[in-house]
Nanobody
Framework: QVQLVESGGGLVQAGGSLRLSCAPS????????MGWYRQAPGKQRELVAI???????NYEESVKGRFTISRDNAKNTVYLQMNSLKPEDTAVYYC??????????????WGKGTLVTVSS
Protein backbone atom coordinates (compact mmCIF):
# COMPACT_ATOMS: atom_id res chain seq x y z
CA GLN A 1 0.00 0.00 0.00
CA VAL A 2 1.30 3.43 -0.92
CA GLN A 3 1.83 6.01 1.78
CA LEU A 4 2.78 9.65 1.24
CA VAL A 5 5.38 10.83 3.73
CA GLU A 6 5.67 14.56 4.35
CA SER A 7 8.43 16.47 6.08
CA GLY A 8 9.57 20.03 6.63
CA GLY A 9 6.85 21.66 8.68
CA GLY A 10 7.53 23.64 11.81
CA LEU A 11 7.42 27.01 13.51
CA VAL A 12 8.73 30.07 11.72
CA GLN A 13 8.44 33.81 12.18
CA ALA A 14 6.52 35.94 9.73
CA GLY A 15 8.66 36.70 6.71
CA GLY A 16 10.58 33.45 7.05
CA SER A 17 10.79 30.41 4.82
CA LEU A 18 10.12 26.70 4.99
CA ARG A 19 10.38 23.89 2.47
CA LEU A 20 8.02 20.95 2.56
CA SER A 21 8.84 17.62 0.95
CA CYS A 22 6.67 14.64 0.16
CA ALA A 23 7.47 11.26 -1.31
CA PRO A 24 5.56 8.00 -1.57
CA SER A 25 6.62 4.76 0.01
CA UNK A 26 5.74 1.47 -1.63
CA UNK A 27 5.84 0.20 -5.18
CA UNK A 28 4.47 2.51 -7.85
CA UNK A 29 4.33 2.57 -11.60
CA UNK A 30 3.87 6.26 -12.19
CA UNK A 31 2.63 9.48 -10.63
CA UNK A 32 0.40 11.95 -12.38
CA UNK A 33 -0.39 15.24 -10.63
CA MET A 34 1.08 16.04 -7.22
CA GLY A 35 -0.06 18.84 -4.99
CA TRP A 36 -0.24 20.51 -1.62
CA TYR A 37 -3.39 21.38 0.26
CA ARG A 38 -3.81 23.06 3.61
CA GLN A 39 -6.40 23.25 6.31
CA ALA A 40 -6.42 26.00 8.89
CA PRO A 41 -8.38 25.65 12.16
CA GLY A 42 -12.08 26.06 11.54
CA LYS A 43 -11.66 26.21 7.78
CA GLN A 44 -12.09 23.82 4.89
CA ARG A 45 -9.15 22.17 3.20
CA GLU A 46 -7.98 24.19 0.21
CA LEU A 47 -5.65 23.65 -2.67
CA VAL A 48 -2.36 25.51 -2.30
CA ALA A 49 -0.46 24.38 -5.37
CA ILE A 50 -0.46 21.59 -7.90
CA UNK A 51 2.04 20.35 -10.48
CA UNK A 52 1.39 17.91 -13.30
CA UNK A 53 3.75 15.22 -14.50
CA UNK A 54 4.65 17.56 -17.33
CA UNK A 55 5.54 20.40 -14.99
CA UNK A 56 2.51 22.67 -15.36
CA UNK A 57 1.79 24.53 -12.14
CA ASN A 58 -1.21 26.22 -10.56
CA TYR A 59 -1.34 28.18 -7.32
CA GLU A 60 -3.96 29.46 -4.95
CA GLU A 61 -4.17 33.20 -5.41
CA SER A 62 -2.88 34.21 -1.97
CA VAL A 63 0.39 32.26 -2.34
CA LYS A 64 1.31 33.34 -5.86
CA GLY A 65 4.76 34.92 -5.90
CA ARG A 66 5.60 33.51 -2.46
CA PHE A 67 5.30 29.73 -2.82
CA THR A 68 6.89 27.51 -5.45
CA ILE A 69 5.93 23.92 -6.13
CA SER A 70 8.40 21.62 -7.83
CA ARG A 71 8.96 17.92 -8.31
CA ASP A 72 11.83 15.54 -8.85
CA ASN A 73 10.42 12.77 -11.00
CA ALA A 74 13.50 10.60 -10.50
CA LYS A 75 12.86 10.65 -6.75
CA ASN A 76 9.04 10.77 -7.02
CA THR A 77 9.22 13.73 -4.67
CA VAL A 78 7.23 16.95 -4.61
CA TYR A 79 8.41 20.09 -2.83
CA LEU A 80 6.76 23.27 -1.67
CA GLN A 81 9.11 26.17 -1.10
CA MET A 82 7.33 28.75 1.04
CA ASN A 83 8.83 32.21 1.31
CA SER A 84 7.60 35.43 2.90
CA LEU A 85 5.38 33.42 5.18
CA LYS A 86 2.45 35.14 6.87
CA PRO A 87 0.50 34.20 10.00
CA GLU A 88 -2.48 33.40 7.78
CA ASP A 89 -0.41 30.62 6.18
CA THR A 90 -0.62 28.74 9.46
CA ALA A 91 -2.28 25.39 8.75
CA VAL A 92 -1.77 21.68 8.43
CA TYR A 93 -0.33 21.06 4.98
CA TYR A 94 -1.26 17.85 3.19
CA CYS A 95 0.49 16.23 0.28
CA UNK A 96 -1.67 14.71 -2.45
CA UNK A 97 -0.69 12.57 -5.40
CA UNK A 98 -2.42 10.64 -8.16
CA UNK A 99 -0.54 7.35 -8.26
CA UNK A 100 -0.68 4.19 -10.33
CA UNK A 101 0.47 0.95 -8.74
CA UNK A 102 1.16 -2.32 -10.52
CA UNK A 103 -2.06 -4.00 -11.53
CA UNK A 104 -4.31 -1.07 -10.74
CA UNK A 105 -5.48 2.21 -12.17
CA UNK A 106 -4.58 5.65 -10.83
CA UNK A 107 -5.78 6.39 -7.32
CA UNK A 108 -5.74 9.46 -5.11
CA UNK A 109 -3.44 9.37 -2.07
CA TRP A 110 -3.04 11.73 0.86
CA GLY A 111 -0.31 12.28 3.41
CA LYS A 112 -1.06 12.60 7.11
CA GLY A 113 -0.21 16.27 7.12
CA THR A 114 2.53 18.46 8.50
CA LEU A 115 1.89 21.49 10.69
CA VAL A 116 3.18 24.89 9.62
CA THR A 117 2.91 27.62 12.22
CA VAL A 118 3.82 31.21 11.37
CA SER A 119 4.18 33.57 14.32
CA SER A 120 3.67 37.31 14.02
Amino acid sequence: QVQLVESGGGLVQAGGSLRLSCAPSGSIVSINAMGWYRQAPGKQRELVAIITSGGSRNYEESVKGRFTISRDNAKNTVYLQMNSLKPEDTAVYYCNAYIKQYGSSYNDYWGKGTLVTVSS
